[in-house]
T-cell receptor, first 117, second 114 residues
Framework: GAVVSQHPSWVICKSGTSVKIECRSL??????MFWYRQFPKQSLMLMAT?????????EQGVEKDKFLINHASLTLSTLTVTSAHPEDSSFYIC?????????????FGNGTRLTVT | AQSVTQLDSHVSVSEGTPVLLRCNYS??????LFWYVQHPNKGLQLLLK??????LVKGINGFEAEFKKSETSFHLTKPSAHMSDAAEYFC????????????FGTGTRLQVTL
């Protein structure tokens, strides 16, 4: 199988603080990981593509200084929400591609529910 | 360019009856297509995928989907619904390039009643 572990599963933080979310591929190496944001009853919105050993590629409209992504190894990518505000409250999901081509499916973590108070 | 349309935002079936979740796609290249399921407050689980091999694809939990190029469709079916199938289902399209991104449909919420 292909397991992706995301931690924490939920977090509550105060406005102005930073929160780090980890995404690990447990039984495979992933050169590319993806970070999504999902609003209630909506589909997933791609935030950024995380590339091992290089800078992340952000989607249009996503603030790269606010959502810091680090992909330091082939099994770990982190998303840090800096200076969080209540509007950042959302469900964040990471995924990792096991193969090298687009026909390889993505494997998803269980998501992180972020609540900013 | 690529896009995917899930024709029903909500489907309700009785337990034991067939399930049909509809998906149409458009793609400039030969597409890869996936169906994922999401239970509340969980990530997405891969049900099945089509990648230009057999057009009828069997997945987990009794689900299957048929790729119909002439109709640009990739509908998801199951002969007999179970209560545990109640969840959100996403149809996803991508191309086979290494830099390909996934395009998600808006999702179909499946409700299963007794």
């Amino acid at each position: 199988g292909a397991v992706v572990s995301q931690h924490p599963s939920w977090v509550i933080c105060k406005s102005g603080t930073s929160v780090k979310i980890e995404c690990r591929s447990l039984d495979f190496q992933a050169t590319t990981m993806f970070w999504y944001r999902q609003f209630p009853k909506q589909s997933l919105m791609l935030m950024a593509t995380s590339n091992e050993g290089s800078k992340a590629t952000y989607e249009q409209g996503v603030e790269k200084d606010k959502f810091l992504i680090n992909h330091a190894s082939l099994t770990l990518s982190t998303l840090t929400v800096t200076s969080a505000h209540p509007e950042d409250s959302s469900f964040y999901i990471c995924s990792a591609r096991k193969g090298l081509t687009g026909s390889s499916p993505l494997h998803f973590g269980n998501g992180t529910r972020l609540t900013v108070t | 360019a690529q896009s995917v349309t899930q024709l029903d935002s909500h489907v309700s079936v009785s337990e034991g009856t067939p399930v049909l979740l509809r998906c149409n796609y458009s793609s400039s290249y030969s597409p890869s297509l996936f169906w994922y399921v999401q239970h509340p407050n969980k990530g997405l689980q891969l049900l099945l995928k089509y990648t230009s091999a057999a057009t009828l694809v069997k997945g987990i939990n009794g689900f299957e989907a048929e790729f119909k190029k002439s109709e640009t469709s990739f509908h998801l079916t199951k002969p007999s619904a179970h209560m545990s199938d109640a969840a959100e289902y996403f149809c996803v399209v991508t191309n086979t390039g290494t830099a390909s991104k996934l395009t998600f449909g808006t999702g179909t919420r499946l409700q299963v009643t007794l």
